[in-house]
């Protein structure tokens, strides 16, 4: 079965011309995005999916008892039949059939049942849009089902994840499923050698995390020289003119798990394919930028912006630099190269914190990312800022890069034929999901109902009376019988907390710094008498099993204790506990003067500080009020950016590729 057989009429329409296929990356004129805008939400009001997607489910059932008499060889050829046309129509009411056949296969193959909700959400993603589902309801074989028909039709299918070790769990999982139906899925990791991950991109179904298989495509782009037409990529094979062979076999269809994660949060920063260029860089000129740096005065020679963590020098700032550089040498005697160090050093002094935005792992900077709390292996800042942080950590320098090639997420996806998405949280960007990647959200229900009691949230005035809410907030639970996992921002914040525990109260702390044994401390954090201090995404993908004791007593306890800047990521902590009609309780313990209250309602925070002076705990009105100006705020410019980002990476494209050397 050819693949083009298996896509929308249109594609054809949109390849790009390069070295394997892929759709164009075209900057839609903003009228027609806005028509189109218009258009989706219309269809939303007028044609809601669940309904569509319930009569396939019930026609699926319907033929099941039929395809539980057949034998295992007949369900492989009755699916690799049907899968083709039914992946072509990308339809859910062409889709029955070939549900009820994985259906089955997956009784067969992995002793487990898919609930109809999983055979939706799978009919989700086979049609190119993105199914919200709620945390618990089994998004790792809905991919799989969804993946297995994509296989059987001969679309090569990335099923793509936040990390090294959910895509070769995922993998591993759904194995026996895909071997069922005689196929055999790869497994994509970071270390994996280039002959090994050109293998795993051959097989019909390849797992893969969202930074491999970008930074694969660039080094596949690089290696080809830019965009070539497959015809000049075969004569450069003809001639050995390429480094090594190609991994990828092209952008046809993606699953993304964790979309909003992947699509939305880390779509501010470019990833970057970069080569080391040289010997590191002598130490000195950035350690006297910081000793300049630390002479300087807030408000006087520089200014900050929180909300878009940005700094910039005031009109005394640049003078003062070059006082203070004067008789220096070097770069120091050059206005662009000192203010460059300088305004480097002030960022890494003011902006970027230890067991904040970084941590520090035998001996070098690791970024940490700030919506996961996860270490992005390998990654470095730009411009020496990543040198300018080891110098203020006292680290010896590592060697700066010369950037080979850069995309966003945003630019990247949307070059997929076809692109699939599954998240718990998705329904605050639903428009800018659509906008950007032309993915409509579809929400489907929970299996079983929802059992989670929330109790209001409450907002304290300061830091010290927050952790001590906390603490007591722990105790009571503990007392009721039910363990207790505490949502922390970052790093500092969970070490803040351990601290403020102390070894009156066991706990286990999952941060940056645990980030190889974060599966097993979340996953045993529904066990009797647990208390697990994380970052608010820390464990995302991974199950908390109950004990039966715990079950009985009302389940998991989830203690937010700051909002982020995305209400979507509160949403997905609360999601930890009261999975699939589990039992399970909801609490946020909150400060007046956290974080994105300050970045973000900096003058609604001080006038609630004054009207309610005195008072240790203000009303649930005021914290409303708060969080939806701070959030709101957060939301639109984080939105902002991503569209500024999305449009500088397209205009540098266009600038390369006037040199040929286009991305």
């Known amino acids: ?84 046309a039914a992946v072509q129509a990308g339809k859910a009411q062409g889709l029955a059939e070939v549900m009820a056949l994985v259906r089955e296969g997956a009784r067969r193959a992995l002793n487990k049942r898919p609930f109809d909700t999983q055979l939706m959400g799978a009919a989700v993603l086979l049609e190119g849009r993105l199914a919200e589902m709620q945390t618990g309801e089994g998004k790792t074989l809905t991919a799989g089902l969804a993946a297995a028909i994509a296989g059987a039709a001969g679309l090569p299918t990335h099923v793509v994840t936040v990390n090294d070790y959910l895509a070769r769990r995922d993998c591993e999982l759904m194995q026996p499923l895909f071997g069922f139906f005689g196929m055999t899925a790869g497994v994509v990791w970071a270390t994996l050698e280039h002959e090994a991950k050109r293998v795993a991109y051959q097989r019909p179904i390849t797992y893969c995390t969202n930074q491999s298989l970008v930074f694969d495509y660039l080094r596949d782009r690089v290696s080809a020289g830019g ?62 930028a910081l000793r300049i740096a630390a002479t300087l005065k807030l408000g006087e020679h520089f200014g900050i912006d929180a909300a878009r963590h940005s700094l910039h020098f005031e009109a005394a700032g640049l003078p003062a630099v070059r006082e203070a550089a004067e008789g220096l040498g070097g770069i120091w005697g050059v206005a662009r190269g000192r203010e460059h160090l300088v305004g480097q050093a002030l960022r890494a002094l003011h902006l970027f914190h230890r067991d904040q935005h970084y941590v520090v792992i035998d001996g070098t900077v690791q970024i940490v990312d700030e919506y996961t709390g996860r270490v992005l292996e390998g990654r470095s800042w730009e411009g020496g800022l990543h040198q300018m942080i080891e110098a203020k950590e006292g680290l010896d320098l590592t060697e700066p890069a010369r950037t080979l090639a850069r995309i966003t997420f945003q630019r990247f996806f949307c070059r997929y034929l076809r692109l699939a998405g599954m998240t718990g949280t998705a329904a605050e960007v639903a428009p800018e999901l659509n906008q950007v990647y032309r993915l409509d959200v579809v929400r489907l229900p929970t299996h079983k109902p929802d059992q989670r009691i929330t109790h209001p949230p409450r907002l304290v005035r300061t830091q010290a009376a927050k952790w001590a809410a906390v603490r007591e907030a722990i105790a009571q639970q503990l007392a009721a019988g039910r363990p207790v996992l505490v949502g922390t921002r970052s790093v500092k914040a969970s070490v803040a907390l351990s601290d403020e525990l102390g070894p009156r109260q066991v706990h286990r702390v999952l941060n940056a710094r645990q980030d190889q044994e974060e599966a097993d401390i979340v996953a045993s954090a529904g066990e009797p008498g647990a208390v697990t201090v ?39 902590l609360v999601g930890r506990g009261a999975r699939q009609g589990d039992p399970g309780v909801a609490l946020a313990i909150v400060a007046l003067d956290d974080e994105i209250f300050t970045a973000h309602a900096a003058t609604l925070q001080a006038l609630l500080g004054r009207l309610f002076a005195g008072r240790d705990e203000l009303p649930g009105w005021a914290l409303a009020l708060l969080r939806r100006a701070a959030q709101g705020h957060a939301g639109r410019l984080h939105a902002a950016m991503r569209r500024r980002t999305l449009k500088a990476d397209r205009q540098l494209d266009n600038l390369l590729g006037f040199a040929g050397n286009q991305i």
């Open 534 to 572: 994380a970052t608010n995404m820390a464990g995302r993908g991974t199950d908390i099993h109950l004990d039966d004791r715990v079950r009985e007593k009302g389940g998991l306890a989830v203690l937010l204790t700051e909002f982020h800047d995305s209400a979507r990521i509160d949403r997905q």
């Open 227 to 288: 965009r070539v037409s497959p015809a000049q990529m075969q004569a450069r094979l003809l001639h050995g003119r390429l480094p090594q062979p190609l991994l990828l076999r092209g952008l046809h269809f993606a699953i993304v798990d964790e979309a909003d994660s992947i699509l939305i949060d880390e779509a501010r920063t470019p990833l970057i394919l970069s080569e080391k260029q040289g010997k590191p860089p002598d130490a000195t000129d950035y350690q006297q």
């Open 1 to 84: 079965m050819s693949t083009a057989a298996t896509l929308p009429l249109d594609i054809g329409e949109s390849l790009a011309h390069g070295i394997f296929p892929e759709r164009r990356d075209v900057d839609e004129p903003v009228h027609d995005r806005f028509a189109r805008g218009v258009l989706w939400r219309l269809k939303r009001r007028l044609i809601p999916a669940v309904p569509t997607l319930r009569k396939m489910a019930q026609a699926a059932g319907e033929l099941e008892q039929e395809i539980q008499q057949q034998t295992d060889d007949e369900l492989r050829r009755r699916l690799f039949r049907a899968a083709p």
